[in-house]
DNA sequence: CCATCTTTGTGCACACGTTCACAAACGCAT
DNA sequence: ATGCGTTTGTGAACGTGTGCACAAAGATGG
């Protein structure tokens, strides 16, 4: 089942996936339009309302079909009607948040939540104290329910918000119950059967991301190459790299320290790791 | 100032964007063997712990410099320390938090924010019922302080968690007060002037790229193309298109229903629009 | 019906990202 | 030392994504 020609994830049905991700983006800008009862709108002011470059928009459209008329642009209502089909929003999906503490609690109370499709069809979590509470008018259910609920709700997509370490296995129970899609919100890699998509929402890869950046713009104008931050070992070739390997084995590690000979290593400037977790 | 060569965002010092991405997951996996003492680890297992293929793994490594040993492995802590200094974690990096709703509630009591460097400098919000309150242990304080706050704590990175009507203006505050790198999770395309990152998290776009796959998985097996969801129309060339462009206009905008002379237009089983938004 | 103006749809070139596959480097045993 | 098994580092091929630039389509006005 399910044969993908040569690559992991073959476009599907001709739809790039980059495209699918702009998607949402462009809907939202369009029903901004909608409510404002704008008739039509050109490539250009779209893609200036999604952020995104105007020909980078027509090309994607061009992979739904042909939609916009030349010399005057997109018909609004036509088209949030055309994308919300193309993603699979015309019909309702039901889904289940489970772990329902800090984070948990914030998805139920969101209202965003339920405007464009998605339901929550049920709050989940394995913690007797929180079981039977409530959060956004919703009862928070035992796990024990789960199989129950996802089958007779035709539960497809789940949500994890619990701790990194039940992530895991609370994934396998939903893949288990017919879940075939995850968005994961626990800092864990998920391992799933084929057929199963999952996505992450990181804050803290984010986060970081945004560090590396910040740090750039911050040593960008002063003198080139802060020193003493990189070795000169290694970026060199031959013999005096490995005898830097096997240094920072040694002190990494700290054992064997015996047979360090120090060879031609003069200059160790590291400091020996050990980094705030 | 910041010129680059002639793309929008050239690689900064050599290293791609994807990799930069990459860089907090392998960090994640290489603290976890760390926490069990594991000296070395191979590119091939560090790989399966991160989720990525090992070749990807080598060859991001590769743009950090050569810090394997060819038939070892490499070290683990080192390259936590590598990777830490790469991504400007050695460094502690001052953060605010705008719109102490749920959502800014979750985030300010999520432990795993602090442990990587990233420290609460404090917690704003406009609303005065809200201001005074304490969320994990900080005072909420009142908007008025933002720039003073930013400027005596030096804080670069902003998160915004305010409704999306505010957050453009939020985000025009932040950065009039210094701050040049911005994590948004208000569903709004945020303006920036250049040398200002930006980086979103939409749980919502999430969600609907999740509903798009799981459609087409749905509409796999059963007779390829499900009826009546596209019109032939659009797929053909020539005037046809135009006739169909002109009866969606029309049909959308419900004016100007005179001149549609249907020309050779004869089916018509679309919806006209106007769906759930 | 023609001329003119606007805006789409897309061919093309290039940049970026991924994966393969293998030589070179290294540890270790003999 | 030498040989053997292991694993890195990277050149090269391939796939995906982006952006330019323009012909063709359509609107509009005379
Ligand atoms: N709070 C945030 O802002 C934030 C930000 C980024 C990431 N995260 C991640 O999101 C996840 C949740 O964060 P949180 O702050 O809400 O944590 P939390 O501890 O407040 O809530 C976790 C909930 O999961 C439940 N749970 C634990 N094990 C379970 C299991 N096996 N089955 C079902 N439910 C189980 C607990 O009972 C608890 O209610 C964590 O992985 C965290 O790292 C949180
Ligand atoms: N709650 C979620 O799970 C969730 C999920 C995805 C996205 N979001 C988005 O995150 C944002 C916050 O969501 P929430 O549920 O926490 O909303 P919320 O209404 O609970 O909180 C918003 C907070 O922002 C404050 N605020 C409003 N205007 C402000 C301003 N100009 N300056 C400073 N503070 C201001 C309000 O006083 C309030 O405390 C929204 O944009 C929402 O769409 C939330």
Redesign the interface.
């Known amino acids: 089942m399910?044969r993908t020609p040569v690559g992991r994830q073959t476009r599907?049905?001709g739809i790039p996936e980059a495209t699918?991700?702009r998607?949402?983006?462009y809907?939202?800008?369009l029903?901004a339009l909608?409510?404002r009862s704008v008739?039509?709108v050109s490539s250009e002011e779209l893609a200036a309302?999604?952020?995104v470059n105007s020909a980078k928009l027509r090309k994607d459209f061009s992979y739904l079909?042909?939609?916009?008329?030349r010399g005057?642009g997109y018909?609004?209502?036509?088209l949030?009607?055309q994308i919300?089909?193309?993603?699979?929003?015309?019909?309702d999906?039901p889904?289940v948040i489970v772990g329902i503490g800090?984070?948990g609690?914030?998805?139920a109370?969101?209202g965003?939540?339920a405007?464009?499709?998605?339901r929550v069809a049920a709050l989940l979590d394995a913690d007797p104290t929180v079981v039977g509470s409530s959060a956004a008018g919703l009862p928070v259910r035992h796990m024990d329910e789960l199989e129950a609920i996802v089958e007779s709700q035709h539960v497809?997509?789940g949500v994890i918000t619990t701790p990194p370490g039940a992530a895991q296995q609370v994934c396998d129970r939903l893949v288990e119950a017919g879940v075939?899609?995850?968005?994961n919100f626990a800092?864990t890699?998920?391992?799933v059967p084929d057929?199963v998509?999952v996505?992450k929402?990181?804050?803290?890869?984010?986060?970081?991301?945004?560090?590396?950046?910040?740090?750039?713009?911050a040593g960008?104008?002063p003198d080139q190459g802060r020193s003493g931050?990189?070795s000169v070992l290694?970026?060199a070739p031959g013999p005096v790299?490995?005898a830097a390997?096997?240094l920072?084995?040694a002190?990494?590690?700290a054992?064997d320290i015996k047979d360090i000979k120090a060879e031609k290593v003069e200059n160790d400037s590291e400091?020996?790791?050990?980094?705030?977790?």
């Open positions: 399910r599907a049905r699918v991700a998607l949402p983006l809907l939202r800008a029903t909608s409510e008739p039509t309302a999604a952020g079909g042909s939609y916009g008329t005057v018909d609004v209502e036509y949030v009607y919300s089909r193309e993603l699979g929003l015309t019909q999906w889904v800090n984070l609690h914030a998805l109370n969101y965003g939540f405007s464009r499709g998605f497809s997509i075939t899609s995850i968005l800092p890699v998920l391992t057929g998509d996505r929402v990181d804050l803290s890869i984010e986060l970081q991301i945004l560090a590396f950046h910040e740090q750039r713009k960008e104008e931050e990189e290694d970026r790299r490995a390997a096997k920072r084995r002190a990494g590690a054992k400091r020996p790791a050990v980094m705030p977790a």
